[in-house]
């Protein structure tokens, strides 16, 4: 391991969020600030990757909110993030589905993974 | 200002407790070896005189490794002059605790060398706005450079086309963010000049 590494794992606690991949559907509970008011608001949508390794890893998530496409960056360890719920596991064949990008309605939909 | 020499290690980013994302800069200082300590009387101005890092003896010149005896220093790779207010003692050790959390400082390196590079990313110019309307392979090219009859000559220090980078650079301000004695890391916030690896300068 590399010394930059080493130094941000130490610097960074890492969180022990469930595990989950591209195609998985989660839903994100993250805190926010309005002045000294601190308050939980959710984002749901859909794994689009997860870049990076370890400390400084993040993830995007997309969801349609009015027709319109949403996509948001978490770092994974942020301390902002209250918790991750992993509400469906996703059958998909790559680590990163920016095809889901081009495609709307019925044709966007991921099969969920049976065993 | 008293300062140390040290290796650029690499980017990261760290937590803030507002839990913002922050870019920073890991840097390897110290430990630095006095190896000389400048007077008025001698050299006619004062500095103390550091070294900082390893090379093998058989790869040091002999005027160094003379200069270096003189200390009880052996194999130091780099020396660099700098001014304390208070002055250490010869052969003392400084290390990353002469800077404390929350301290701005300085750095200085070698920015990373780009080539020969025209006046659009060298100074920015705009270039030629339209690639159509009989506009021909003109489109990075700087424009003119002086007027004709009056001042009939290019002023000093009009900016054009050359070397961009590899050259010594200084970040000022830069907020101190941790601190590991024991591994003689310091964490600054933003980036620093220079490769990975490379040598800099942090003063206080």
Known sequence: MNLVDKISNELIETKNHPNFKAGDNITVYYKIKEGNKERIQFFKGDVLQIKGKKATQTFTIRKISNNVGVERVFPMNSPMIDKIEVNKVGKVRRARIFYLRGLTGKKARIKEFKK | MAGLIAKKIGMTSIFDESGKNIACT???????????????????????????????????????????????????????????????????????????????????????????????????????????????????????????????????????????????????????????????????????????????????
């Open chain 2, 26 to 204: 890991i840097i390897e200082a110290g430990p630095c070896i006095v190896t000389q300590l400048k007077t008025f009387e001698k050299d006619g101005y004062k500095a103390v005189q550091l070294g900082f890092g390893q090379k093998k003896i058989k790869n040091i010149n002999k005027a160094k490794l003379g200069h270096l005896k003189k200390s009880k220093t052996k194999n130091l790779n780099k020396l660099v002059e700098f001014n304390f207010d208070n002055e250490p003692e010869l052969g003392s050790e400084l290390k990353v605790d002469l800077f404390n959390v929350g301290d701005y400082v300085t750095v200085i390196g070698n920015s990373k060398g780009k080539g020969f590079q025209g006046v659009v990313k060298r100074h920015g110019f705009a270039g030629v706005g339209d690639a159509t309307h009989g506009q021909h392979n003109r489109m990075r090219a700087p424009g003119s450079i002086g007027a004709a009859s009056y001042p009939a000559k290019v002023f000093k220090g009009m900016r054009m086309a050359g070397q961009m980078g590899n050259q010594r650079v200084k970040v000022e301000n830069l907020e101190v963010l941790n601190i590991d004695i024991e591994k003689n890391i310091i964490v600054v916030k933003g980036a620093v000049p220079g490769f990975n690896n490379s040598f800099i300068l942090i003063e206080k």
